[in-house]
């Protein structure tokens, strides 16, 4: 493995683009909006649930990310000319941050979960009733703001964190687990059936017992150490700069309004399975865009484990993509990467995604090792500015 590694660091810079024909099956009855400036909450609604497959299992609850080292790959994606398009994630918050980094024109998480997509309707709905992010945080804690030192919208992010050190009010909780169930039934025209209740009743409890020290947990008690909500929050890219999407107004507006325009759309699927990221691929197609960045996570750890990789890379094929498209990975294994960077567990790691559908025709993936020890771009600093002349 060791060996695998060394080779890894001096093969990112061999990447060639390559077009791919990007053709696929989808979902027939998907019907496309003339305009994709905002979508109808029946048309949000009947997207989550027509593109969705049954829920799948997974090992965690998931309720945050347990990956530091997301905000690394920011100034690389920019140098990338990632911007606009489709976006395509998995998992919870991180990817409101891409979002407000990459600015699409319209999201798809894919979950293989129920539970996580209705944390992502439990997100919306917050998101739908918090003008700002001091709301957003208080309504996410179920803890109220003080009368008397309530931060400004404009505030900064520590000053807003410093205020939601104190314990969560049940009164508060009640009142807006209410509301939230009220606005993704009514608002959202989305009924929750089964064990969904349970499930929005579940999520929305941990944060409210577990506050801004809320992280990520396995079933079992192995994994160690794993970030809280508020380290996740005040991570800085290669710069030093806070990135989060709740660092600024301007970033939290502009996931805000993508989600008061339907445009963030949850989906329940299996990356190895039959119809979801077909599905999307097929509503993609149908509206001309094109997948921008598709953020996997280390999904694909566990597609290599079940024997659904193949599959996978099966539906990548039919996303439409250009030579300009990017996956984001968090690379983990038992081995440090190469382009792990001090102070993180895991990678962030970039990949054309043309590359990678060439590099598995050619046979080179048959461990979840050489997938992110071949063509990977690493995270790198954008070039400093040279000042201007008077």
Same mark, same amino acid.
């Given at each position: 493995m060791a060996a695998v590694w060394?080779?890894?660091?001096?093969?990112?810079?061999?990447?060639?683009? @390559? *077009?791919?024909?990007?053709?696929?099956? +989808?979902?027939?009855?998907?019907?496309?909006?003339?305009?994709?400036?905002?979508?109808?909450?029946?048309? #949000?609604?009947?997207?989550?649930?027509?593109?969705?497959?049954?829920? +799948?299992?997974?090992?965690?609850?998931?309720?945050?990310?347990?990956? !530091?080292?997301?905000?690394?790959?920011?100034?690389?994606?920019?140098?990338?000319?990632?911007? +606009?398009?489709?976006?395509?994630?998995? +998992?919870?918050?991180?990817?409101f941050t891409y979002i407000a980094?990459?600015?699409?024109?319209?999201?798809?998480?894919?979950?293989i979960r129920r539970q996580a997509?209705?944390?992502?309707?439990?997100?919306?709905?917050?998101?739908?009733?918090?003008?700002?992010?001091?709301? #957003?945080?208080?309504? /996410?804690?179920?803890?109220?703001? *003080?009368?008397?030192?309530?931060?400004?919208?404009?505030?900064?992010?520590?000053?807003?964190?410093?205020?939601?050190?104190?314990?969560?009010?049940?009164?508060?909780?009640?009142?807006?687990?209410?509301?939230?169930?009220?606005?993704?039934?009514?608002? #959202?025209?989305?009924?929750?059936?089964?064990?969904?209740?349970?499930?929005?009743?579940?999520?929305?409890?941990?944060?409210?017992?577990?506050?801004?020290?809320?992280?990520?947990?396995?079933?079992?008690?192995?994994?160690?150490?794993?970030?809280?909500?508020?380290?996740?929050?005040?991570? !800085?890219?290669? %710069?030093?700069?806070?990135?989060?999407?709740?660092?600024?107004?301007?970033?939290?507006?502009?996931?805000?309004?993508?989600?008061?325009?339907?445009?963030?759309?949850?989906?329940?699927?299996?990356?190895?399975?039959?119809?979801? /990221?077909?599905?999307?691929?097929?509503?993609?197609? @149908?509206?001309?865009?094109?997948?921008?960045?598709?953020?996997?996570?280390?999904?694909?750890?566990?597609?290599?484990?079940?024997?659904?990789?193949?599959?996978?890379?099966?539906?990548?094929?039919?996303?439409?993509?250009?030579?300009?498209?990017?996956?984001?990975?968090?690379?983990?294994?038992?081995?440090?990467?190469?382009?792990?960077?001090?102070?993180?567990?895991?990678?962030?790691?970039?990949?054309?995604?043309?590359? #990678?559908?060439?590099?598995?025709?050619?046979?080179?993936? %048959?461990?979840?090792?050489?997938?992110?020890?071949?063509?990977?771009?690493?995270?790198?600093?954008?070039?400093?500015?040279?000042?201007?002349?008077?």
């Amino acid at each position: 493995m060791a060996a695998v590694w060394a080779i890894a660091a001096g093969v990112y810079a061999r990447q060639e683009p @390559k *077009p791919t024909d990007t053709a696929g099956a +989808g979902v027939s009855s998907v019907k496309a909006p003339e305009k994709l400036e905002s979508l109808s909450a029946a048309e #949000f609604s009947r997207l989550v649930r027509e593109l969705s497959e049954e829920g +799948g299992f997974f090992r965690s609850d998931n309720f945050t990310s347990n990956e !530091t080292a997301y905000l690394t790959v920011v100034d690389t994606l920019r140098q990338k000319g990632a911007s +606009g398009g489709a976006y395509l994630g998995v +998992g919870p918050e991180q990817n409101f941050t891409y979002i407000a980094k990459i600015r699409p024109q319209i999201a798809f998480i894919v979950d293989i979960r129920r539970q996580a997509i209705i944390q992502h309707l439990m997100y919306k709905a917050i998101f739908h009733l918090s003008p700002d992010r001091v709301q #957003f945080l208080s309504r /996410l804690l179920s803890r109220p703001l *003080p009368k008397d030192k309530a931060p400004k919208p404009n505030a900064s992010i520590q000053e807003i964190l410093a205020v939601f050190g104190q314990a969560a009010d049940e009164k508060a909780y009640v009142t807006n687990l209410a509301a939230i169930r009220k606005t993704i039934e009514e608002d #959202f025209q989305f009924p929750l059936s089964g064990e969904d209740p349970r499930y929005l009743e579940k999520i929305y409890n941990s944060f409210r017992n577990d506050g801004l020290d809320i992280a990520y947990r396995m079933e079992d008690s192995r994994g160690g150490y794993f970030p809280s909500l508020k380290d996740l929050i005040v991570q !800085t890219d290669l %710069n030093g700069k806070l990135g989060n999407f709740l660092a600024t107004s301007e970033d939290y507006d502009f996931v805000r309004n993508m989600q008061r325009k339907n445009l963030i759309i949850p989906v329940c699927g299996d990356f190895g399975g039959k119809k979801a /990221l077909r599905a999307v691929g097929d509503y993609l197609r @149908k509206n001309g865009l094109t997948v921008t960045a598709f953020y996997t996570s280390n999904v694909e750890q566990y597609l290599f484990q079940n024997d659904a990789f193949t599959a996978f890379a099966n539906n990548v094929r039919t996303l439409p993509i250009n030579d300009r498209s990017l996956f984001i990975r968090s690379a983990t294994g038992r081995f440090p990467h190469p382009a792990r960077l001090p102070g993180h567990r895991a990678s962030t790691l970039l990949q054309l995604m043309t590359v #990678f559908l060439k590099d598995f025709d050619e046979g080179s993936y %048959n461990q979840y090792s050489d997938l992110i020890s071949i063509h990977y771009i690493a995270p790198e600093k954008a070039p400093e500015k040279a000042p201007e002349k008077q």
